[in-house]
């Protein structure tokens, strides 16, 4: 089976498609034919070296992915082989024809979506889920902000949001993705290149956001804390830098700056993440957009894409 392998940490173009022994399930495990691998910024991390864990090395980079069960180890009892299933975290990676995932970490594909559709749900989809419901304790009929809301996080919490009756306001860095983020549901959008744009995002509020889901810390922190409502919350989910700040922000109004990443949370809490996304899987109102397909051989370009701020949806390998 063929798979791309990194052999040594460093540019994007250390990833190669390679030649790979066959994959067997063992106790607890499945194995999945993979029709779709998600593309995540965590994954360009990890393989430039730069991410606090680093795998062994060669490693196979990946963790979403959708398919096909064909093969399931001892003790498997909920899943058979045919389901279509997706998941956030392999053990052998994503970028390959076929991965192995335990069970607990495997969940059912609704129907109505597709399989690059489910290869989305994973790390961008809990992410906004667990940052809005779990970190921010977000309550129907508050104002969001969404920075860089055209990428596979952004898109996914403007989804979630107008599905649960939240006031939308996202921003992106292109006509294109300005276009994307109105058409998903939010309620105003900005570009985030303007002058000035965060008095427009305070005029459109009517007193500021109740809660920010911020994609680059290290530009906007301090912006934030300036515009947030009276007990607002920052949820920080990406930062490339450092920045300073002036705490008295916090202080004056109750705001509350919270870090989360997704490998932090618990069984119990990711478990709730996923039976939400189902649902909503099901019931419509939480459809990835997908930006990019391409084949494996094109993980080198999808690394370059993913960290660029001018993208929008989500990019999909397709073994």
């Not at 994007?12 to 999945?32: A, T, W």
């Not at 062994?56 to 096909?68: M, N, Q, R, W």
């Not at 001892?74 to 299933?85: A, I, L």
């Amino acid at each position: 089976m063929k798979a791309v392998r990194v052999r040594q940490f460093g540019a994007p173009e250390e990833m190669k498609v390679e030649e790979v022994p066959e994959l067997n399930p063992g106790p607890g495990q499945v194995l999945i034919k993979v029709y779709g691998a998600g593309v995540n910024p965590v994954d360009a991390y990890i393989r430039s070296g730069s991410y606090k864990v680093k795998p062994e090395l060669p490693y196979t980079p990946g963790f979403d992915a959708a398919g096909i069960v064909q093969a399931v180890g001892g003790g498997v009892k909920r899943f058979t082989e045919g389901d279509r299933v997706y998941t956030a975290s392999t053990l052998t990676g994503g970028y390959a024809e076929k991965a192995l995932i335990n069970e607990s970490n495997l969940h059912p594909l609704p129907w109505n979506l597709s399989f690059s559709e489910g290869a989305s749900l994973g790390i961008p989809y809990a992410t906004a889920y667990r940052a809005l419901w779990q970190k921010a304790c977000a309550r129907p009929g508050e104002t969001l902000l969404i920075h860089g809301a055209s990428g596979g996080v952004g898109i996914a919490a403007v989804q979630i949001a107008r599905g649960s009756g939240m006031k939308v306001i996202g921003t992106a860095g292109t006509e294109k993705g300005l276009k994307l983020v109105k058409e998903q549901g939010a309620d105003y959008v900005f570009n985030h290149k303007d002058d000035g744009y965060f008095e427009k995002i305070r005029a459109a509020c009517g007193g500021g956001p109740d809660i920010i889901l911020e994609m680059l810390a290290n530009v906007n922190l301090q912006k934030d804390l300036e515009i947030l409502a009276k007990g607002g919350r920052v949820i920080v989910i990406g930062c490339r830098g450092e920045i300073q700040i002036n705490p008295r922000l916090m202080m004056s109004n109750d705001i509350s700056v919270i870090g989360m990443t997704l490998f932090n949370a618990s069984k119990e809490d990711l478990d709730m993440v996923h039976a939400g996304l189902q649902g909503g899987g099901k019931a419509g109102f939480l459809k990835p957009v997908i930006g990019t397909e391409m084949p494996l051989a094109g993980a080198v370009k999808a690394h370059h894409q993913v960290m660029e701020d001018s993208a929008h949806g989500k990019i999909i390998l397709k073994p």
